[in-house]
Nanobody, 122 residues
Framework: QVQLVESGGGLVQAGGSLRLSCAAS????????MGWFRQAPGKKREFIAT???????NYAQSVKGRFTISRDNVRNTVYLQMNSLKPEDTAVYYC????????????????WGQGTQVTVSS
C-alpha cells in the first residue's frame, strides 16, 4: 500500500506559478511511476504529467512547456512546478502511483492522493 499526500495548492493570478508536492509513504517509492492528474468541476479526470523511476517524463500537450514534473527519491516526493498558469488550469490536482510503465491513463494507476485545489484567477 502506498499513501500519497499532496500539498502546495492555492489561489494564484493568471501568469503566476505554484509548486505542488506529493509525499509518498512507501520506502520503495523510487521504483514507482508517479503521475499528476487534474479534475475540474463537471469534467473528467485529465492526465497532466508522469515520471518514471529513472526520470523519463511525459506531458499533456496542454501543459507542455509550462509545467515540469520531477522527483526526489531520497525524500519520497514528486513535484509539479506550474508556471504561466491560466484560468483553465483551475482544478483539483491529484498525484498517483503505479509500479512501472510511463502511462497516461488514470485507470492504470493504483494509488491516489486526496487532491489539492488550484485556482487561477483572471
Amino acid at each position: 500500500q502506498v499513501q500519497l499526500v499532496e500539498s502546495g495548492g492555492g489561489l494564484v493570478q493568471a501568469g503566476g506559478s505554484l509548486r505542488l508536492s506529493c509525499a509518498a509513504s512507501k520506502r520503495t517509492f523510487s521504483s514507482y511511476t508517479m503521475g499528476w492528474f487534474r479534475q475540474a468541476p463537471g469534467k473528467k479526470r485529465e492526465f497532466i504529467a508522469t515520471i518514471s523511476w529513472s526520470g523519463d517524463t511525459n506531458y499533456a500537450q496542454s501543459v507542455k512547456g509550462r509545467f515540469t514534473i520531477s522527483r526526489d527519491n531520497v525524500r519520497n516526493t514528486v513535484y509539479l512546478q506550474m508556471n504561466s498558469l491560466k484560468p483553465e488550469d483551475t482544478a483539483v490536482y491529484y498525484c498517483a502511483a503505479k509500479p512501472a510503465g510511463l502511462h497516461t491513463a488514470a485507470d492504470l494507476y493504483d494509488y491516489w492522493g486526496q487532491g489539492t485545489q488550484v485556482t487561477v484567477s483572471s
